[in-house]
């Protein structure tokens, strides 16, 4: 996957020129309003949390800093039942190096093993998601890249690409998600993105595969057409485009990405969690494992079965005394 630090430097790699660049530039900004459809209000206050696992730090620093400062490189949070995981090389454009993608393997790992934590929001500090793979510590020092080949084991090359989650994520996509950066906003199940975000496979330029799960979860959100023109051709698709293609599930305004994907979390953690389990398994499964029709269907009544009686009978009691009709809060 790609990246660079430094604004001017990143653009020349990028684009080639400056008079691409700015072409580029312009395309993007014929995207139009906001799409969002029922935009969530701002985020409630922050309840007390510090740093889930040792892969992070606390949102503040000892010194009174500010996120995305004296701070290492992956930072995490607790808000309630909600965990943010932030990856934080602002300088960077949050490319990611060994030491982060090790970093973010850490941390959700820590959210899928707590069983207190109901959803994930993966984000990045500094204005922008992920800008792909560190490819000048790459090209500077190619020894110490030391991937694992066996895909069913340790971290991938992005860190936690080659896992899949028990429980929902949401990624708040602000700035560039590109290469890398695009493989891991797959990883989610609803992306929440900014107006003036950047999708695309710029890796294509310089010879850097998708390694990341990128071919195989690309084609599957949005088809193998539209996957194939990103892949192929590694132009910038602006956030409206996204929106269209389906990448993108919520458009907000620039700034707001992770205040809306955390109150969009919150929404998701209040339905009975166990059912929402179930059919997010079973979509899963029908997508990327089930050999048949029938077996999805069976997998899929056999996972429904096992919530009647704990979350479907009570439902139903609190649905016949009225509860929640109308779309009313329960």
């Known amino acids: ?41 701002s985020c409630g206050s922050l309840r007390a949390g510090t740093s ?9 620093s000892t010194g009174g800093e500010p996120p995305g400062r004296g701070c290492r490189n992956v930072i995490t949070e607790i808000r309630g039942s909600i965990m943010t995981i932030g990856i934080n ?7 990611v190096n060994p030491e982060t993608a090790q970093l973010l393997w850490q941390a959700f790992q820590s959210f899928e093993e707590d069983p207190s934590l109901t959803v994930a929001v993966f984000h990045g500090l500094g ?14 020092n190619p020894t110490s890249i030391k991937l ?15 896992m899949r989650f ?31 975000a950047v999708f695309g496979v710029f890796c294509r330029r310089f010879g850097v595969p998708l390694i990341d799960g990128g071919t195989l979860r690309l084609p599957k959100l949005i088809g193998l057409s ?3 023109d990103l892949i192929l051709t590694g132009r910038p698709v602006s956030a409206q485009e996204a929106y269209q293609f389906g990448l993108a599930n919520r458009i907000v305004p620039s700034g707001q990405g992770l205040q809306h994907a955390i109150e969009l979390a919150e929404q998701i953690s209040a339905f ?18 089930a050999s048949s029709f029938t077996e999805a269907m069976q997998f899929e009544f056999d996972t429904g079965m096992k919530v009647i009686m704990s979350e479907s009978v009570p439902g139903a009691v609190k649905f016949s005394l009225g509860h929640g009709r109308g779309g009313a809060k329960l």
Not at 272 to 289: E, I, K, L, V
């Open 166 to 196: 028990s429980k929902p994520v949401i990624a708040a996509v602000s700035g560039y998600a590109v290469a890398g950066g695009l493989e891991l906003s797959l990883l989610a199940d609803l992306r929440v993105v900014e107006e003036n």
């Open 272 to 289: 009975p969690q166990q059912c929402m389990w179930g059919d997010r398994n079973s979509a899963y499964h029908s997508t990327f494992d």
């Open 127 to 140: 204005g922008n998601f992920c800008a792909g793979y560190d490819l000048k510590e790459l090209a500077h």
């Open 1 to 41: 996957a790609v990246a660079t630090a430094g604004v001017a430097e990143w653009k020349t790699l990028v684009w080639g020129s400056r008079a691409e660049f700015a072409m580029s530039r312009q395309f993007l900004s014929k995207s139009s309003g906001l799409l969002s459809r029922g935009v969530l209000q």
């Open 52 to 60: 889930a696992s040792q892969a992070s730090c606390s949102a503040t």
């Open 226 to 228: 539209r996957a194939l």
């Open 148 to 162: 694992e080949q066996d895909v069913t084991k340790g971290p991938g090359p992005m860190g936690p690409s080659r």
């Open 89 to 95: 090389r602002p300088e960077a454009r949050n490319a």
